[in-house]
């Protein structure tokens, strides 16, 4: 989340004519990615693993990032 602010900063000065639009589309998104977050975090626990395996879930999703 401290990467919000600047892409927000950045978001608005590139959206002159639609900032809201372009800043409620940019709190969706935050929204969609807590989401998934939670539930590819859940399935391991879901699943019967132990308590470190979301962490390696969200390095996976981090490192999935790195390469899109």
Do not use: E
Not at 20 to 32: K, S
Not at 43 to 65: D, E, R
């Amino acid at each position: 989340m401290s990467i919000g602010s600047p892409i927000n900063m950045i978001m608005l000065s590139s959206a002159k004519h639609s900032a809201m639009l372009g800043a409620a589309f940019l709190q969706a998104a935050f929204n969609v990615a807590n989401s998934l977050g939670a539930f590819f975090g859940g399935i391991p626990l879901f699943l019967g693993f132990g308590y470190n395996y979301p962490s390696l879930i969200g390095a996976a999703m981090a490192l999935v990032q790195f390469y899109v």
